[in-house]
């Protein structure tokens, strides 16, 4: 091992200091350390818990510790080093992962799929028996959600000067489980393009929408949904069409943020805001035996806070960990892959739509031979575009710091190795005066003693 191997707490870089993460320390990693197997006892004692969220917790348990693994990353030009210890990789509740997923996919739809033109916020949120039906069968989610984007496009197309035969919408939607206080709430964010593209790919924007064309997409939303509800049979008759008459029936249609064409960096916020973790871990603190979160906003005249038990934090963690192999987000209209016009929309990621750039890069890869295009420009597009963002660009973007740069002479480190073996993590750690065994998990605690008084005019046999 070289002497200028160094465990650190933190990086310097010409942007700022990055710090080496320490899930160990946060309130969060704490208390599932102390509580999670007594509560995995009991919910399991009452057949409760699914598997996958089992899985979720004891993987979340292991992310960022030195104990599971890490990376090595060394200066070629001073011999300095540092470790990167490796994350869980799980969507569910963990705070880092989630937030590199968020930036992510923010930094991609901005980067490679939305052109520059204005988009919308688009917010469905539903009555709490049609959340429940979303919640407990994933196969209504798509027909609910395609209900509202056509709804959405019929409205632009009365909106927009366009042949209504063949005009489309550009959207990327977003499943959001959870609420501001930590409670299940299916709803929907779709970020939709402002303005329809025609057969061509030509685009015409749309210049006012207003609060009663939005009140109009709700009312067309509201009655599709009850309708589609009622066919499935969880409805009643005339459940359905009292919901119907009622002034405020629980559906709710927000369509006020909009994003102008050139404000890059406003898009990329609110795809982050759509695409934003469950809660914030840097919120949670503990009091005495609770844990104290710190909400967002105020609720309804309520506390600022949320004061829970150990066990109703996992509770709470538990309902809004997603089943797996679910999409958390999904393409629309000519964004959708599917599309024949997504490879025109997506060369012009961060630009001005011009057809005429892109037929003049068609024109110069089209075979001499066959006389055709054979997808010349999505080819040429896919090989230049990287497929995912490397681990140090994401936490420059997020922080505004670059891991990857010595602090000692400033050069650019590389990852040269990943340590996975345990005899070579435990020597490694050991001379570095980290902790060779990840933090002990309790062990479940026994039922509470119980205390019997021992009654003198009873004879026990």
């Given amino acids: 091992m070289s002497c200028a191997f160094e465990s650190k707490t933190f990086v310097q870089s010409t942007l700022g200091i990055y710090r080496v993460r320490r899930p160990e320390t946060s309130v969060l990693y704490k208390t599932i350390q102390n509580d999670l197997e007594s509560w995995l006892q009991e919910r399991s004692f009452n057949n409760e818990l699914p598997l996958f969220i089992e899985k979720e917790f004891r993987l979340f348990l292991r992310c960022g510790i030195l104990s599971y693994g890490f990376a ?78 056509k709804a959405i496009e019929k409205e632009l197309i009365r909106n927009v000067p366009c042949d209504s035969s063949g005009c489309r919408l550009g959207a990327v939607s977003f499943l959001q489980r959870f609420g501001s206080m930590l409670n299940l709430h299916f709803h929907f964010h779709s970020c939709v393009i402002d303005g329809l593209f025609d057969k061509e790919g030509n ?45 405020h029936s ?16 406003g898009l990329e916020r609110l795809i982050r805001y759509c695409a934003r973790p469950i809660f914030a871990s840097s919120r949670l603190e503990k009091i005495g035996e609770k844990i104290r979160y710190v909400l967002s906003k105020r609720s309804r005249g309520k506390e600022w806070v949320l004061d829970l038990t150990p066990f109703e934090l996992l509770d709470r963690l538990a309902v809004l960990i997603p089943p797996p192999r679910l999409h958390r987000h999904m393409y629309h209209g000519v964004l959708a892959p599917n599309s024949p016009l997504r490879s025109r929309i997506v060369f012009f990621a961060g630009k001005e739509i011009d057809l005429r750039l892109f037929w003049d890069k068609v024109l110069q890869k089209e075979s001499k031979e066959d006389g055709f295009v054979k997808q010349a420009l999505i080819n040429e597009t896919e090989e230049n575009r990287p497929q995912k963002i490397g681990w140090a660009k994401l936490i420059s973007r997020i922080y505004e710091v670059m891991p990857l740069i010595c602090p000692i002479c400033s050069k650019e480190m590389k990852i040269i190795a990943f340590i996975e073996e345990r005899t070579s993590i435990e020597k490694i750690l050991i001379s570095l005066n980290e902790p060779e065994y990840p933090p002990k998990v309790a062990s479940a605690r026994g039922p509470p003693e119980m205390k019997f008084e021992y009654d003198q005019r009873v004879e026990y046999n």
């Avoid at 429940?132 to 959600?145: K, M, T």
Wanted: hydrophobic share 40%.
């Fill in 72 to 149: 090595r990353a060394h200066c070629a030009g001073c011999g300095h080093d540092f470790l990167i210890a490796f994350s869980c990789k799980r969507r569910g509740f963990c705070p880092s992962c989630n937030t590199r997923r968020m930036v992510e996919i923010a930094a991609h739809l901005v980067d490679e799929v939305f052109p520059q033109v204005p988009v919308r916020q688009w917010v469905l949120s539903l009555p709490k028996r049609f959340r429940y039906f979303l919640q407990h069968n994933q196969g209504y989610v798509r027909p609910v959600l395609a209900i509202m984007i």
């Fill in 203 to 247: 685009f015409y924007p749309i210049d006012y929408l207003s609060q009663d064309d939005i009140k109009a997409v709700e009312e067309k939303v509201r009655r599709k949904v009850i309708r589609f509800f009622l066919k499935k049979g969880l409805l009643e008759e005339e459940e359905a069409m009292n919901m119907l008459s009622w002034e």
């Fill in 250 to 265: 629980g559906f709710s249609l927000n369509a006020t943020v909009r994003i102008e064409a050139e404000d890059r960096e």
